[in-house]
């Protein structure tokens, strides 16, 4: 890591898997010798209720919470999270890494595109990823998203971890009855 601290904003919807996803990077930054706060921001404590965490790694960190236009990389489980998210970046250096689903329970009816211009106007660097069409496919199921995310920004260095020593940790800290599941989406991931 050439940088001194690394800031994250992951963001999602209660069932998502966003403490989860932000727990790992937390467990994998700590075994990688770095200095760890975290923190989680929600509204509805439930599934399907915005939730966003905080997590901050690197030399001297005293607090948890990401800066305004801060952020070195926010990861969104859902495209209008990703607008949500996208309040943290800073427009020149901030990666956004967004899945392409949307959920969206109301009548009347928004396209995954325009909430994406909305999230180009903040960041300039913006990376639209079909995880949750990826991760059905090969699980029957979206609930291992969050970890293909994790396995995806890894690939592409957006993250300073190695892939054997995250595997590891998800390893020690998923069910053993998910990990085949999620070995599946993790190396799957890292092709893309």
């Not at 989680?40 to 915005?50: D, I, M, P, V, Y």
């Not at 969050?146 to 890894?154: C, G, K, T």
Request: charged fraction near 25%; glycine fraction near 6%.
């Amino acid at each position: 890591m050439n940088q001194e601290k690394f800031d994250i904003v992951i963001t999602g919807y209660g069932g998502q898997g966003v403490i989860t996803l932000a727990e790992l990077i937390s467990k994998i930054a700590i075994a990688n010798n770095y200095e760890v706060c975290q923190a989680e921001l929600h509204g509805l404590a439930q599934r399907g209720g915005s939730v966003q965490t905080h997590i901050r790694f690197g030399k001297n960190i005293h607090s948890p919470k990401v800066k305004r236009g801060s952020a070195d990389l926010v990861i969104a489980l859902d495209a209008l999270e990703a607008a949500r998210g996208a309040y943290w970046a800073n427009k020149e250096k901030t990666i956004v890494i967004s899945d392409s689903e949307l959920y969206w329970p109301y009548d009347q009816k928004i396209e995954a595109e325009e909430v994406i211009e909305m999230v180009k106007k903040i960041a300039k660097k913006i990376e639209l990823v079909e995880a949750t069409n990826i991760v059905k496919k090969l699980t029957g199921s979206s609930v291992a998203t969050n970890i293909f995310m994790l396995s995806y920004a890894i690939s592409k260095k957006y993250l300073p971890f190695n892939k054997e020593e995250a595997w590891e940790i998800i390893e020690k800290n998923l069910k053993p009855e998910y990990l085949e599941a999620n070995k599946k989406v993790f190396e799957s991931a890292q092709s893309q």
